[in-house]
């Protein structure tokens, strides 16, 4: 059997929107993926102290949210271990479950200029084929610096070209809890999720949402 190409897709999802399926899907039409493997963060080193939805409703979403692509796979990786969730440790443990396949791990324009203070960020670019950038257009990146920072990055990078989506997980948490329009923002599956369990809306004696 001849090796893949798979990209890794990760984040905290809370909720999944359409942003996330429509550069998923950019991103594994631009970079030839095989499969995207969906990689649900549970407890982000970034986020700590951040309210965050449980895990068992971002799990179920992102499930709802993927379910009718056979190209998207929901990834347990680090839902199974305990945290904080580092992307080297996930990365090493997705290349001991598909030792024969190429990773090549997605990430934003914002993450590729915060990578070189990355946890281990040269042992995370060593475990991976591939980096593949969704790129936004207008925004500026400068290669040199990160490169000098992270030399093995040159070789490994991609951009992807990423429509300008202006959507939030954190706009869609705010619309729900200030009661405004939040439908076409995300799958509807997601959306009847989101409405039939209660998520997001604002507590007595609180209010929005956080982070």
Known sequence: MSARRLGIFGGTFDPPHIG???LAAEARDQLNLDLTVWVLTPDPPHKQGSEIAALEHRLAMVELAIADDPGF???HVDIDRPGPHYAVDTVRLLRQQYPGDELIYLMGGDSLQDL???????????ALDG?????????EIDLSELFAALPMLKDKLNFVTAPLLEISAKQIRHRVTDRRAFRYYLPLEVYRYVLKQGLYQAQPGRGSVGD
């Open 20 to 22: 996330h399926l429509i």
């Open 73 to 75: 796979f929901l990834s």
């Open 116 to 126: 070189p203070h990355w946890y281990q960020a040269e042992a995370f670019l060593a």
């Open 131 to 139: 980096v593949g950038v969704m790129r936004r257009p207008g925004d």
